[in-house]
């Protein structure tokens, strides 16, 4: 088998449709496990009893509340979009935040194929070991430092587990990705 030399064009090309796909895939697989957890919720409840009216009702009144909670991607795009001067009203700071995360996710799915073009044991794990670390880096360091999430105490320990599994799905679809299209270009 021979091995093309590295390519920081290539990388830059595989990693952007890799890192959009990547952020696309950890989008679906987080909204599944919000349902599944509602889901879950909802049965406990209604094992213990408790009307199905009531659940159905207190379910609703936690997604109102949580849609109005900015999540750290909609305080970044609130706050570049005050600074050039410009007010973004919930149905924008929602897709604007989209756009924050996505952004993101697109870089660093450039870091990843760039490093992995010139150094390639960065994909070991199968990009898994990439993810862990971005969560890690990103979730648990720079979010809370940057005062965009509450601190990790007053965070459910399940949410950190939901993120890093996120995360991990993220960086094995990222090398999965950057793979398939590595083996085009």
Same mark, same amino acid.
């Given at each position: 088998m ?7 064009? $290539?990388g830059i ?19 599944l496990?919000?349902?599944g ?22 379910q609703?009144?936690?997604? $109102? ?9 909609e305080?970044?795009?609130r ?5 050039s001067?410009?007010?973004l009203?919930d ?13 993101f ?15 390639p ?22 979010v ?5 999430s509450?601190?990790q105490?007053?965070t ?9 599994a996120?995360?991990?799905v993220?960086?094995g ?6 793979s398939l ?5």
């Amino acid at each position: 088998m021979r091995r093309d030399k590295p390519s920081v064009l $290539r990388g830059i090309v595989t990693g952007i449709a890799a890192g959009i796909t990547a952020t696309l895939i950890m989008d679906q697989f987080q909204k599944l496990v919000a349902a599944g957890q509602k889901v879950a919720e909802k049965q406990i409840k209604l094992t213990q009893g408790e009307p199905e009216d009531k659940i159905v009702h207190d379910q609703q009144q936690q997604e $109102r509340q949580a849609a109005q909670q900015e999540g750290s991607t909609e305080i970044v795009a609130r706050k570049i979009a005050e600074v050039s001067g410009t007010q973004l009203d919930d149905e924008k700071k929602k897709a604007a935040g989209q756009a924050v995360h996505y952004t993101f996710g697109t870089l660093m799915g450039v870091v990843y194929s760039v490093s992995a073009e010139l150094l390639p044991e960065v994909t070991t794990g199968a990009g898994t070991a990439f993810g862990t670390l971005l969560f890690l880096a990103a979730d648990e360091v720079a979010v809370p430092a940057l005062q965009l999430s509450p601190s990790q105490t007053d965070t459910p320990a399940t949410d950190h587990l939901q993120h890093w599994a996120a995360h991990v799905v993220y960086g094995g679809c990222l090398e999965l990705m950057r793979s398939l299209i590595r083996r085009i270009l």
